[in-house]
């Protein structure tokens, strides 16, 4: 549980030795640079060489992804294996010799427009064909239906529902129908028409529903151009299926283009990092950050190989914004995907990974609450891991191992509440269905120490900063607060003995006077007054436990005159600033206020105990129906298979999701806002990370 120590190392270098300088740290891999301070940087702005190299690697990319939809699908094993071709420097450098890249590139965008302008056309004959397919009974070329000096004509469409009456008053408005055709709700017309009839006959056609349809103009009949439509429609087919071969082809260059891809990026990235550096006439500087474990090593590998190198290293600057990176041990590694979904803690803070991962996989346990479902999850995500090359794809093994101990945590906590895929067992520590108050009193025990987990890192925190007396004042009056009231609910409810119950009281009504007493406190700000300090802490504290014991009835009259006479020994020593003792005792009221909010917190806790109910209830509703469902002959038993075997995955699906969110919101929430301090930069070093092949030594080989 902790933030790995780092060190700013400044580089000068000869321009000469620049170019091997900057491959030796890119192979290196443990430098995060940042931008030189000691000198001007050698381009402020975006280079032309820069800006190429972007844009070839956008075209690239636009390449890979219409490639890769003519590639067979690949299977689960291969997904989950994902084996990287292996190559060496020497072996991508060759390939990029040897393949014309921007003549792919043109070729393959080149395939891409072809196939749009055919389907393009495509498209556009199928419209002409819907089109014309209603008046295939249309027996003339349409470009005789053209108005002429004495005629008219109209083309168009009415429901069958306004036929009977288009018929009557169009006939007796002169005009002449033709039929075209029909489909399931209109009956297509041409309409023609004298000149001298125009208005009236126009009249009748809008008052009757007709709906104009304009048609092109051929030399043909429909039918002879639904014909011609579909030899082109074919020909069109037959284009695109060639072109279609023609980018499948194409495909069989896919890997190749991947490690291609990989050696432009590793190019840009290089091209992006010269713009960091500072220059003069004859030398450039670099500067950066390295785990401090990997300090001398760095500096053996640099000053080792380059004579004309100078390597500087320093201690952090409260000024400098020094990137962060986790280092725990392989247990609680996996939870570190947690921390950093909510965000880095600030360099010098509190890594809570380990903390977090036992109450995180204790949370996930209690949410499925089925050992069955414990047991496929870790199964599964084992299975997973084990196809998972860890040097390829580390964050979805730690993802994987996350849910595998998970799943682990969850086979504890299903077995304690006897719970094995719905099934009732005789052994188990307490049933949640039957004992619902004590479930939701372990999960009131599970937040409030889960609080208190987050309330002594901080302490811890601010201890080893130096602080020891303001952390348990702020903290640990909460701590001795919270835990008397929850033993007095104990009490109230006879789990815990009646005889505890002055003790508790005592110490919550301290701890509640210390807080009004305390809080409002203002730090030391001369170097004078810590003594001074001391005895007003000395004041405050005995009279909070003087009061305690005097308005509980302990100690009388003793209590009393001791917190009158604390009291009047505070007066003393205030010198007059008794208004201030007073602002400080109103702030200390208003934060005993958050004494709701630590409460709510912990009650946010029960919402494990709905998620544990709700999936043990489900998986008992699945076993009732595949149960029922054996009754059925014949096909009883593979019915009963397939309901249970769909319901519990299902189940299992629903709730793995709910219990992942919700654990992690309990850590955001509840958790994170007692000591959490975020806004940590990730370590981004500086290094060679291919996505798509493994790039190996030149010894090793390809």
């Given amino acids: 549980m902790a933030i790995t120590a780092f060190k700013k190392v400044h580089l000068v270098a000869h321009r000469s030795v620049q170019d091997a300088l900057l491959s030796a740290l890119h192979r290196l891999g443990v430098v995060d640079l940042t931008a030189s301070a000691a000198l001007p940087p050698i381009a402020a702005a975006e280079t032309p060489e820069l800006r190429d190299a972007g844009t070839r690697l956008r075209r690239l990319d636009e390449a890979l992804r219409r490639l890769a939809r003519h590639l067979p699908p690949a299977s689960v094993r291969e997904r989950l294996a994902g084996e990287r071709p292996r190559y060496t420097e020497a072996g991508l450098s060759a390939l990029e010799h040897g393949l ?121 009949t429909p039918a002879e151009r639904l014909a011609q439509i579909a030899a082109e429609r074919h020909a069109l087919r037959d284009a695109a299926r060639a072109e279609e071969e023609r980018a499948a082809g194409l495909s069989t260059r896919h890997g190749q283009l991947l490690a291609l891809r990989d050696l432009l990026a590793g190019r840009l990235e290089r091209l992006r990092a010269e713009r960091l550096f500072g220059e003069t006439r004859e030398t450039v500087s670099i500067e950066g950050w390295v785990p401090a474990q990997l300090l001398e090593a ?259 009259p003793w209590s009393g005159f001791a917190a009158v006479a604390l009291a009047l020994a505070e007066v003393a020593l205030l010198r007059g600033r008794v208004l201030g003792a007073l602002g400080r005792v109103g702030l200390g009221l208003y ?18 105990v709905a998620l544990g109910l709700g999936s043990g209830t489900v998986a008992m509703v699945v076993n009732t129906m595949a149960s029922q469902a054996l009754a059925m002959p014949v096909v009883g038993f593979l019915a009963a298979a397939l309901i249970f075997t769909v319901g519990h995955l299902f189940n299992l699906a629903i709730n793995l999701l709910g219990a992942f969110v919700h654990s992690c919101r309990l850590q955001y929430v509840e958790f994170f806002t007692k000591f959490y301090e975020s806004g940590g930069r990730a370590y981004t070093p500086f290094r060679m990370a291919p996505k798509h092949v493994t790039i190996v030594d030149e010894a090793r080989g390809g």
């Fill in 100 to 220: 014309d890249l921007d003549g792919f590139l043109a070729e393959s965008a080149g395939s891409e427009a072809r196939l749009g302008e055919l389907r393009a056309a495509a498209a556009k004959l199928d419209e002409e064909r819907r089109l014309l397919e209603p008046w295939i009974g249309v027996d003339a070329p349409l470009e005789l239906l053209r108005p002429t000096r004495q005629t008219a004509v109209a083309t168009g469409r009415v429901r069958h529902a306004d036929l009977a009456c288009f018929r009557s008053e169009v006939a007796a408005a002169g005009a002449v129908r033709l039929r075209g055709g029909e489909d399931q709700r209109h009956r297509y017309k041409v309409v023609l028409f004298h000149r001298a009839d125009e208005q009236a006959v126009r009249e009748t056609l809008e008052r009757t529903g007709f709906q104009p349809v304009d048609l092109p103009l051929i030399a043909v």
């Fill in 298 to 556: 760095t500096r053996t590998a640099v000053t080792g190989r380059f004579a004309l190198v100078s390597f500087e290293a320093y201690d952090p600057s409260p000024a400098d914004r020094v990137p962060v990176l986790l280092s725990n041990v392989a247990l609680v590694r996996p939870f570190e995907s947690v921390v950093e979904l909510y965000g880095l803690p600030r360099y010098g803070g509190i890594d809570p990974t380990s903390v977090l991962g036992f109450f995180f996989a204790l949370c996930f346990g209690v949410c499925l609450t089925d050992a069955g479902y414990g047991i496929l999850l870790a199964i599964a995500a084992g299975a997973a891991m084990a196809y998972t090359p860890p040097a390829s794809f580390p964050a979805r093994r730690r993802l994987l191992a996350l849910f595998f101990l998970g799943g682990l945590a969850t086979i504890v906590v299903g077995a304690a509440a006897g719970g094995w895929f719905g099934f009732p067992v005789r052994w188990r520590l307490f049933d949640p269905l039957q004992q619902i108050k004590l479930f939701f009193a372990l999960a009131v025990l599970l937040g409030t120490a889960h609080l208190f987990a987050g309330l002594t890192l901080r302490i811890v925190h601010q201890v080893r900063r130096g602080k020891v007396l303001a952390p348990l004042l702020d903290q640990g009056l909460w701590m001795t607060l919270i835990a008397p009231l929850l033993g007095l609910l104990g009490v109230a409810s006879g789990a815990l003995p009646a005889a505890l119950k002055p003790g508790l009281a005592f110490a919550a009504l301290a701890s509640a006077l210390g807080i009004v007493f305390f809080q409002g406190r203002r730090e030391p700000q001369a170097p004078h007054e810590p003594a001074r300090e001391r005895l007003h802490h000395l004041a405050w504290g005995g009279l909070a436990l003087s009061l305690a014991l005097h308005l509980l009835g302990h100690a009388r």
């Fill in 591 to 608: 934060s005993l206020y958050g004494i709701s909010g630590y409460l709510s917190d912990i009650l946010s806790y029960s919402r494990l």
